[in-house]
């Protein structure tokens, strides 16, 4: 089974003959991938924040110029799977400093906020750091969900729910300190009956849930791999 | 934005946590998700109790609708198999819950398998006695997996999700699943062929090999519906002659697998009769006049 027409796959348009249309889906690819691929630079092969951030330049920059990606079958692994694959890979045969001069090529890898995740290393145990396969897992879903709330904010106010997003940035996404509001506190503070607390919930939640999915499609190659994906992540079989 | 790990783990799972502060259920923690819903742990405060609370994971009208199909499905049916169900309800989103009881105990998928033949046909005739049982009353299981049978402290069988009570919706699981309900057209030997390969997955590790045994699981797994057996009944029927030493329906045998198998079943008195002979013979020898 395949993907209907009109959903959209970016792992497809890697091999898309449009140069407009190829480098438009390695930037959402780059969008998806940069902080899982950072990471296990920094962990798995234990580089020095610069060189890991070349290092994550020069992967993307070079699978962009070399086709890398395009290899990809998904008769034979997950595609978060296969770019894990190709970084050994790239890793493995890098020459660094050769590398490191003839970095860019035709594409342009947008601003990266490097520190942002090397805060995050810093506030890890070690033996969590020893992990580096989970923390390119987890942070591929901290980078799909991340940009998921971001899509959800923009589409509430879009359509006048600005407030469903306010309660489900209080009730899901807030830390205070592990002890969650109950419905009927977040009633109080919004001014609102219990009732409309969980349907505002209920329309946030099923519109985030609608938004990785919709994501997750389209940085998926097959419609099996985008069940099973949707499956470990959510719980869910996706309609 | 940067999720932590915890908003990322309620993102996960916890969000379709529903709310029931309106209820006399509070819930408690998660106890397992499928297709058609998540399964809580919840307090019932009135009765003091521990339960299992299932609510629809997807809030569509006919989700909720099959849930309470599921409701109405279980509370017809009262047998030691079958997990009941206590209450039902509706929550404000809109989604409907079902309140059963909470079933302690092992998923067949992760309990210890068998060391005797004997030991996992008989685990096996418990799950088809419940399965036979609904069928009697008119329900179909429709998704039959190790992951949705229970088994107790004492070896006894609780079956769960029972919810597709029609032959028209597909359901099922990859690898239980029978062919025709790719098509949305089964009846009760969809229930058979899940049942087969779940006998599979009960014996196929024993040793030795039993072919009555591959027989039967061919046979209740077959392909085309009429080729498999009939009812459940008679699925536990030949299941139960294979414990018993006899010959299956689903396995014609040879002259040498009957005369073994009559070996095997009468090896006492045959043993007897052997040594009598053997006995007689060597007297026969010896007391002969020279």
């Known amino acids: 089974m395949h993907f209907p027409a009109t959903r959209h796959s970016v792992v497809r348009d890697l091999g898309s003959v449009d140069p407009a249309v190829r480098t438009a889906a390695y930037d959402g690819l780059v969008r998806s991938y940069w902080r899982p691929v950072y990471l296990y630079i920094r962990l798995r092969w234990r580089r020095g924040e610069q060189d890991a951030q070349d290092l994550t330049q020069e992967f993307f920059a070079r699978a962009f110029e070399r086709e890398y990606l395009e290899r990809y079958d998904p008769a034979k692994a997950r595609f978060r799977t296969f770019v894990r694959t190709c970084l050994d890979r790239f890793l493995a045969n890098h020459d660094q400093a050769a590398a490191r001069l003839k970095r860019g090529g035709d594409f342009v890898i947008t601003a990266l906020d490097f520190g942002q995740a090397d805060a995050e290393i810093a506030t890890r145990a070690p033996d969590e750091q020893a992990d580096p396969e989970r923390w390119f897992h987890r942070e591929w879903i901290r980078g799909l969900f991340g940009e998921a709330v971001e899509t959800l904010r923009i589409r509430a106010a879009a359509a006048g729910h600005a407030r469903a997003f306010a309660l489900f940035h209080r009730y899901d996404i807030d830390e205070d300190g592990g002890e969650r509001p109950t419905y009927a506190a977040l009633a109080r503070e919004y001014g609102m009956p219990v009732t409309g607390v969980t349907n505002e919930l209920a329309w946030a939640r099923r519109a985030f849930r609608e938004i990785v999915l919709e994501r997750l499609r389209r940085i998926c190659a097959t419609d099996g791999e985008f069940r099973a994906e949707a499956r470990d992540l959510l719980g869910v079989d996706p309609p | ?280 013979i060597l007297l026969l020898v010896f007391q002969r006049p020279s």
Request: some cysteine; glycine content about 8%; hydrophobic content about 40%.
């Open chain 2, 1 to 280: 934005m940067t999720l932590s790990d915890e908003a990322i783990a309620r993102l996960r799972r916890l969000d379709d946590r529903p709310d029931f502060s309106g209820t006399r259920y509070e819930l408690l923690d998660e106890i397992g998700r499928g297709g058609m819903g998540i399964v809580f742990r919840a307090r019932d405060r009135e009765l003091d109790r521990d339960v299992a609370v299932k609510v629809t994971a997807w809030h569509t009208a006919s989700d909720a609708e099959r849930l309470r199909r599921e409701a109405r499905t279980l509370a017809s049916l009262e047998h030691a198999g079958i997990v009941p169900v206590h209450d039902v309800g509706r929550l404000p989103d809109g989604r409907v819950f079902l309140v059963m009881s909470l079933v302690r105990g092992t998923r067949l998928d992760a309990h210890a398998p068998a060391r005797e033949r004997a030991d996992a046909l008989r685990l096996f005739d418990r799950i088809c006695d419940s399965v036979a049982f609904a069928h009697e009353c008119g329900v179909i299981h429709g998704d039959l997996t190790p992951a949705n049978i229970m088994v107790g402290r004492f070896g006894e069988v609780r079956i769960l999700d029972w919810g597709l009570a029609g032959g028209s919706e597909a359901g099922g699981t990859d690898g239980y699943r029978a062919p025709e309900q790719t098509a949305r057209q089964f009846d009760t030997r969809a229930d058979v062929y899940a049942l087969g390969v779940i006998l599979g997955d009960l014996t196929g590790h024993l040793s030795p090999a039993s072919r009555p045994l591959r027989s039967i699981a061919a046979r209740a797994t077959a392909a085309d519906p009429d080729s498999r057996y009939p009812s459940v009944a008679e699925l536990a029927a030949d299941v139960r002659r294979c414990a018993d030493g006899q010959a299956v329906l689903a396995h014609p045998e040879t002259g040498l697998e009957r005369t073994a198998r009559l070996a095997r079943t009468y090896r006492a008195p045959l043993v007897l009769v052997l040594t009598y002979l053997a006995v007689r």
